[in-house]
Every structure is written in C-alpha cells, then in structure tokens.
C-alpha cells in the first residue's frame, strides 16, 4: 500500500523569504504525485502534479515540485512567499491499483507567514 | 458550473442519529468519492465510485453508506453517529482515471459534530 510523509508539522518563514516543504511518499510502481493547499475552513486546491516527463513540475501561484525517484520525494519549493501562501499544504500520491483510483494524503504541513 | 457542492456546511448530530451528507457535481464526472480530514491525519478515503451504480470501500468505511444512482449525486449516509465520526467531511470528483492525468475536484467540506 502507498504512503505519504510530511515531516514537518509546522513551518514558519518570513515574507519574501524562499520556501521548501517536504514530501516523500512509499510507493510500489510509478507514482501520480499531487500538491494540495487549503486554506482556512475551504477545500483543496490543485497547486500542482506530475505523472510522467520532466521531474521539475511547475504549479499555479508561482510554486513548483520536484520529483526525485532515487529518494521518493517531491518537494514543493517557492522562491519568494507571500504572507497569503499561509495554508495547509497536502501531498498525495495516486494510486490506480484495481479499480481502485484515490489519493493516500500525507498528514499536512502549516505554513505560517510573519510580515 | 458550480463544481462540487456539499450540504450540509455544519451539522451537529447527537450519538445515534443518522444522518447523509450530500455531494453534487455538475461536471459529468465518472469518479465520485468521500474522504475524511483529522487533526494530525491528512484526508483519508471513506468511500468512492467509478460511476453510476459502482461503490467500493476505501480506508475506512465503517459506519459510513453510500450509493450512486445518478452520475450527478453521491450521498454519504452516517447509520448510526458516534463521537468518533466528528470530523470534516470532503467530496471529490473527477473526469475519469488519474491515468490520464484528470485532476480530482474537491467540495468546500462538511462540518460534522457528534455529541
């Protein structure tokens, strides 16, 4: 069974300042592989995804991912925050076993902006 | 085109009760699906459909119902509430399989409280 890991709870940075938020996920054949953000008390919204072709994907709000296969990971990176990029931020991964087709979540991580 | 819609927003249900959260999406979507968000735990997968007609189990199913007699509409039905199933409930949807790269829509959440 896939699994997704979120290692940190809780991030802060400063406004302006660059942003990585980790993800690694356990996964038997080629993963599908997302970025979530929500903000409070909405739904999620697609930041960005990658299925197949060039690892650095490019997502909407100026943030981007990269897979990396050789140590099951897809950071989320932004070179410069903005205080409204404050948000939860969820990595999934895709499975397509069966007739199975759903997303295993990591755990989240917070990120909070100072000024 | 108004997405993913769910009803109720905030629901407080006493131990006992039943009660169905309702998903709609006016998108012709194939895949129709329920997950679950907890403090600390990400989104788990409670139920999900392929179409019309077709339900299966995800992650964690008990105490949960659900059926799909039309393509636009997959309730969430609680038999019997416990205290356990205070949580916020997401809908989701999409065009087809991840394989083709669909991106899964989410709903604005659920609200529900068991006393």
């Known amino acids: 069974a896939q699994s997704v890991t979120q290692p940190d709870i809780h991030i802060t940075v400063s406004e302006g300042a660059s942003l990585e938020l980790r993800c690694n996920y356990s996964y038997g054949a080629t993963p599908y592989l997302f970025w979530y953000v929500q903000s409070p008390g909405q739904g999620l919204q697609l930041l960005l995804k990658y299925f197949s072709g060039d690892t650095l994907v490019q997502g909407i709000k100026g943030f981007e991912a990269e897979f990396k296969r050789s140590q099951s990971s897809f950071n989320l990176r932004k070179p410069s925050v903005h205080w409204s990029d404050a948000a939860e931020y969820f990595c999934?991964?895709?499975?397509?076993?069966?007739?199975?087709?759903?997303?295993?979540f990591g755990s989240g991580t917070q990120l909070t902006v100072l000024p | 085109n108004a997405g993913v819609t769910q009803t109720p927003k905030f629901q407080v249900l006493k131990t006992g009760q039943s009660m169905t959260l309702q998903c709609a999406q006016d998108?012709?979507?194939?895949?129709m699906s329920w997950y679950r968000q907890d403090p600390g735990m990400g989104l788990r997968l409670i139920h999900y459909?392929?179409?019309?007609?077709?339900?299966d189990q995800g992650e964690v199913p008990n105490g949960y119902n659900v059926s799909r007699s039309t393509t636009e509409d997959f309730p969430l039905r609680l038999l019997s509430a416990a205290p356990s199933q205070t949580s916020v409930y997401f809908c989701?949807?999409?065009?087809?399989?991840?394989?083709?790269?669909?991106?899964?829509?989410f709903g604005e959440g659920s609200w529900l409280t068991v006393v």
């Open positions: 989701a949807s999409s065009y087809s399989s991840l394989f083709s790269g669909n991106t899964i829509y």
């Open positions: 459909s392929v179409g019309a007609g077709i339900t």
């Open positions: 998108m012709n979507h194939e895949y």
């Open positions: 999934a991964v895709g499975s397509s076993s069966g007739s199975a087709r759903q997303l295993t």
